[in-house]
């Protein structure tokens, strides 16, 4: 690809650079800050060596480079930023807005407000000194109980990717290097370092790499995380396919690949496969990396290749040309307003048989579980915020972290219906929790499940005797809603005996206050859901997550460290074997007439929409869709009209998702919606020739409220 302005500059200024300030930029430490007495934390995760020690200049965070003062080249400071800006090490001001997860940004299906979350994202980071953000997670939640699945945009490759690229715009725009992460194919967190995703070409083309493709599109994105995992055998940090053939040359990425922290493996084998710095110590890089230049097993002009893919980057959003020192003001209450929005799109109703919206004529509430007189709950590991205001709860002596956010459902309720009496149960005494519904008007259990990276859930169940205390409730209360608050889909044996059920996700900061406002109709219901609901967990690909075989003499994984995440093997190596294919999430359940709780793209409203016939053309560009809405209720709403399409035979491939718009309709109003649709999402992989393929032949277009509710369909040949 032809080299632009901003890669010229970059390949002036590496033009300048001595082989050791080429090997400094290139090698990452943990950012943690060092003074006087040194480190600046005694946390026993890093066991810090000589080794493991960054040069003096690191802000607090999850990693840092030191610059080049000479050439103007800044530190790199880099932070999480899945759900708002992390501090893995303790620092000023580092306390921050907790957003919405990222399932429950993306239950929006609202590339404007993920658009502004990233804009938010990229100010705060900026406000504390941090210049490149490590957000942007593009893998697949095909695994239902990966622990990571709240960072996670959903099952579909197309939703997912397009949500995240609006994320990485949204964040450049404010001046700050984006990252996309985890390239590729990590869908479970047990076992991440030693196991294999197996996945055939076609499948990882049109699902897994799908995603990032979308993502990377448009954006000049600056950086690519790699992934902890093998593919198909080879790490992704020494993988030439991925780096080299797909990212850099297919795609035309200009920006640089950075490892996970300590997912590099060898330093030639990385350096050539398109690996460009590695994270978080001088290991496989730094001096290591200097002697394989030397010795010429790495060419220097892949070395100036490395450098100027970095330096390119800081210079697209703007880095190189300020001053460090100047940083904006924090936008605390801008940012808690749009929290607060995003989560009140993306809370998703998926069943009311009437309780709902709750008004001041339910005189007597009682509201139970999951601490809701005072947090909503939010995921753990790298993406864990340490919330402004601190975490309420605490966890048991001995038991995981736990993390929680200062904002009561109990409290907003009692705002939102101050004729009501409402009473409070925590759930930790079921038999009185349950007796006082008895005799309630409508009961509101709060559910929870606590997720976090490093660890996948056991099941799909409701931990801590949380299914109980629902069919307790059930079998008493005249009326019964469950709100969610989890990472991920749950499965519900209780569903047939409540009225209502809400998933909120992890809310953020004022998931309280919009989760009162769903319940009470101050806001009209209209997220969708981004991922399926099962029945059971008997119906899903894999009965259980792929387990990770201990090493011989011991029990399970090592000790996690950070010394021993770099040098110690965490267990066996193994397969974890993806043979659905195709049949990624909903598609997996379709192609099986699999029943399901609640299908991909499903959402109920306070209102409901009638849909026209539904029009279809080819375009020189793909397709384009158009549908009339009518809002056909007495409340104003938001409906997304989802487009499906059916692809010709030959293309042996399943129904998928390939656009979508959401539309704000008043009450009574009619709206026309178009949807234009790339001619690449009604395309196939073709293995044989390396290319997307455009089939030949008939399609069936639909428009869809969910994935199982067609409201239309139109047929095109070509």
Known sequence: MPFDQHDQRAATLVAQLTLDEKIQLVTGYIGIPIGADGPETDDPMFKLTPETTPPPGAVGSDGFVPGIPRLGIPDLQLAGAGVGITSLVERPGGENVVFPSSVAQTATWSEPLVREFGRRLGAEARAQGINVVLAGATNLSIEPRSGRNFEYHGEDPILAGAMVREELLGTQDSGVVASVKHFAANFQETGRFVVSSVVDERSLREGELLAFEVALTDGDVGAVMTSYNRINGVYSSENHYLLTEVLKQEWGFRGWVMSDWGAAHSTVPSALAGLDQEFPLAHWFGQALKDAVERGE??????????????????????????????????????????????????????????????????????????????????????????????????????????????????????????????????SDAEAAVSATEHADVAVVFAAQLTSEHFDVPDLGLADGQEELIAAVAAVAPRVVVVLETGGAVTMPWLDDVEAVVAAWYPGHRGGDAIAR???????????????????????????????????????????????????????YFDAVYDEGLLLGYKWYDAGDRAVAFPFGHGLSYTNYEYGAVDAQWTPEGARVTVSVRNAGAVDGKETVQVYATLPEDAAAPRRLVGWAKAELRSGETRTVTIDVPAKYLSVWSVANKIWSFPSGAFAIEAAESSRDSRGTVHLHR
């Open 518 to 572: 769903i319940l009470t109709g101050r806001v009209n219901p209209s997220g969708k859901t981004p991922l399926t609901f099962p029945r059971s967990e008997d119906d899903l690909p894999h009965r259980a997550v792929f387990p990770m075989p201990p090493l011989p003499g011991q029990t399970g994984p090592v000790e996690l460290t950070l010394v021993n995440l770099l040098k110690e093997q965490q267990g066996e």
């Open 298 to 427: 790495v060419p220097l002009e892949r070395l100036d290749d490395m450098n100027r893919r970095i330096l390119r980057s800081l210079i697209a959003v703007g880095v190189l040309d300020r001053d460090a020192s100047e940083k904006p003001a924090s936008a605390t209450e801008d940012n808690l307003d749009t929290a607060q929005r995003i989560a009140e799109e993306g809370i998703v109703l998926l069943k009311n048989n009437g309780v709902l919206p709750l008004s001041d004529a339910a005189s007597r509430v009682v509201v139970i579980g999951a601490h809701a007189d005072i947090a909503v709950p939010s995921g753990g590991g790298s993406a864990a915020i340490r919330p402004i205001g601190g975490n309420p709860v605490e966890a048991a002596p001995g038991a995981l972290p736990q993390y929680w956010v200062p904002s009561s459902p109990l409290d907003a309720l009692r705002r939102e219906l101050p004729g009501a009496e409402i009473t409070w149960f925590d759930g």
